[in-house]
């Protein structure tokens, strides 16, 4: 996971600019942009390199009244059933306390939070068993848990409407 610390890097900066800059039309990057349900989808390209992602912003957050960054989960698409799932808290994340990610409100997984401002999973297979876990739900959300320190924590839910669509479309159109 620490090799592709760049990369995700890189690709939270992405996520963060939903603009075209005037460099960014210079240097050829397409970007195409779907929203569909709570889901935003992305597919860039520059040259014939794709980067492809969906995220999503909390529709509710519960518990946690101070300041934050902006708040989102991230899931770039990296092949054919590989994925990579991202947190971002909006705050630098405390390294007491793990980060959970809740499907069907009883099922808990803790995400890799050794990073200071967001968790991840901890592997592909983690990944591939969430996106499968988020596909087959009969609930229509999960949450996110994530603790700023002893006192602070958010309950973060995040809406499924058009979550497995959004993954079809990168699966058709990045593959």
């Not at 779907?34 to 040259?47: D, P, V």
Request: with cysteine.
């Amino acid at each position: 996971m620490k090799n592709s610390l760049p990369l995700i890097g890189f690709l939270a900066y992405l996520c963060l600019s939903c603009i075209v800059s005037p460099a960014e039309a210079k240097t050829n990057i397409q970007k195409q942009q779907r929203n569909i349900g709570n889901w935003i989808t992305y597919i860039e390209k520059k040259g014939k390199q794709k980067i492809c992602y969906t995220y999503s912003s909390p529709i509710n957050t519960t518990l946690y009244t101070g300041e934050r960054g902006d708040t989102y989960v991230n899931i770039n698409y990296l092949g054919k059933d590989k994925f990579t799932i991202t947190a971002y808290a909006g705050y630098d994340l405390s390294k007491q306390h793990t980060v959970v990610l809740t499907v069907d409100e009883d099922k808990n997984h803790n995400l890799n939070s050794s990073y200071e401002s967001y968790a991840t999973t901890y592997n592909s297979d983690q990944d591939n068993y969430l996106i499968n876990l988020l596909i087959k739900t009969n609930i229509n959300y999960f949450s996110i848990k994530s603790y700023k320190d002893d006192k602070n924590f958010a309950l973060d839910y995040y809406s499924l409407s058009g979550f497995k669509e959004s993954l079809q479309y990168l699966k058709n159109n990045c593959s």
